[in-house]
């Protein structure tokens, strides 16, 4: 196995994950192995391409890449996916800000709602505020301890957008609401051996709800899984199909929080005590 970002932070308690981690932000897989240069070697085939997710094009238009540069009048470089939950607040994974900051030395945050990145894309500025007990490393469903892994960006100036919905309290406590597919959105790698260079186009597709924990979830794929860049980005109740409405809305569930690239991704959860707290200094929650 060669270096990788988790064998760079040696305070990390690595040890306590039993399966592969593999989500993927600022450019760098966090893993066993380094970055996918060819067909990855998994005793599971992963899905044909977020990984078996279909471009959105105006649809989801309320889901964001968030960027970052290293300065003023530095290239924007893609970090990872978020969710506009206000007008002028976008939501994603506390690891995005956490990784980007410290191992692509970018000192500043911004999101494009564009479908596609593109030197043309508009990038609107943000101040990035992260969970004030995250902690690093990654949860799975081996071991899904909370990692209090939520971020906002505010941005400094309002989107004509429809936010996405967030959940009434305890949702996701009785799984037997959620029998059909579900809706992951992200602006990752479109297959398991893209290059990273690859990141930057808005993709929907279909996962499973698997299992409950008390600050994650988990899902399957039917047939999408996320990969490198999905970080961040949201699970939206019903299918693919459902979302017809080009500019947003729908109740998001989660955001992705890890994934094997494979079979399996884990979310955190939005409807619980310690998220709300979180989330109620910056956006006015359903009760």
Same mark, same amino acid.
């Given at each position: 196995? *060669? ?34 240069? *060819? ?46 939950? @206000? ?21 500043? %945050? ?15 500025? @943000? ?7 995250? %902690? ?27 936010? @996405? ?22 602006? *990752? ?27 994650? %979830? ?13 970080? *961040?980005?949201?699970? %939206?109740?019903?299918?693919?199909? /459902? ?15 890890? /994934? ?28």
């Amino acid at each position: 196995m *060669g270096t990788t970002l988790a064998a760079r932070i040696t305070a990390a308690p690595l040890a306590r994950a039993s399966r592969t981690l593999g989500l993927v932000v600022a450019g760098t897989l966090v893993g066993c192995a380094d970055p996918p240069t *060819g067909a990855a070697p998994t005793a599971v085939p992963p899905p044909s391409a977020l990984i078996a997710g279909a471009p959105t094009g105006d649809q989801f238009g309320n889901v964001a890449l968030m960027v970052g540069r290293t300065g003023p009048g530095a290239p924007w470089g893609p970090v990872c996916t978020g969710t506009l939950i @206000a007008p002028d607040v976008v939501l994603t994974a506390g690891h995005c800000v956490f990784l980007a900051s410290r191992f692509d030395g970018y000192t500043e %945050f911004g999101v494009t709602f564009a479908p596609q990145l593109s030197p043309a894309a508009p990038v609107v500025k @943000a101040v990035e505020h992260v969970h004030p007990d995250f %902690f690093f490393p990654f949860a799975t469903p081996d071991d899904p301890y909370d990692a209090f892994d939520l971020a906002v960006l505010v941005l400094e100036a309002e989107v004509d957008l429809i936010p @996405a919905q967030l959940p009434p309290p305890g949702l996701l406590d009785d799984i037997r609401q959620f029998p059909g597919p579900l809706t992951v959105v992200g602006y *990752g790698i479109p297959r398991a051996d893209a290059s990273f260079a690859e990141r930057g186009t808005r993709r929907a597709g279909a996962v499973r709800l698997d299992e409950v924990f008390a600050p994650l %979830f988990s899902t399957t794929p039917d047939p999408a899984v996320g990969c490198v860049g999905d970080s *961040g980005g949201p699970i %939206f109740r019903g299918p693919p199909q /459902s979302h017809r409405g080009r500019r947003g809305g729908t109740m998001l569930l989660g955001v992705a929080h890890n /994934s094997d690239c494979s079979s399996w991704m884990a979310f955190y959860r939005l409807d619980t005590p310690q998220a709300r707290s979180f989330l109620a200094a910056f956006v006015n929650l359903p009760g």
